[in-house]
């Protein structure tokens, strides 16, 4: 993941390289729709970060605190769903339904969807899991076990 802070008062932008097994997807705090898609939740995680007031970064060029905005790209992608919520600073596993759109579009790479690891129960990091993926085009469910054929149309 390629992260591009650049000042908004001189311009100067710096590049850094985050590594990543996952993208941790959030629902934006706003807007949270029943329609919300993998596609759209991209789109928010990728809109550019303003960090202004107390989340001003010190500039060397300007030699002061300045406003700053983030840029995020990727060079490969995967995905993660949750809510971050600031006041516990944890990662909360959204109850929502989701749609799951079978082709994502991730900065410039078009991505097929085949496989989804869902978390059981209210954690983000730990429980059970169990998977869907697509053969050819069917979906199936693994969940130990058992395999069972299951939709990717709607996802909770
Ligand atoms: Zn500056």
Known sequence: MLIVPRCLVCGTKSDRVDLFRELQLSFPNTNY?????VQSMLVYYFKPEKLAED????????????VREHITKIMAPPLKLFRYDPS????IKMQHSICLDEQLIIDSWINQLYAVVIPCGSSVDSGHYFTISKDKNDWYQFNDG??????S???S
């Not at 058992?146 to 939709?151: D, F, I, K, P």
């Open 33 to 37: 729709s029943e329609n919300q898609t």
């Open 153 to 155: 149309e709607k996802l």
């Open 55 to 66: 989340n001003q970064c010190y500039c060397e060029i300007c030699s002061q605190l300045t």
């Open 146 to 151: 058992s395999v069972s054929r299951t939709s």
């Open 88 to 91: 516990s600073h944890q990662s």
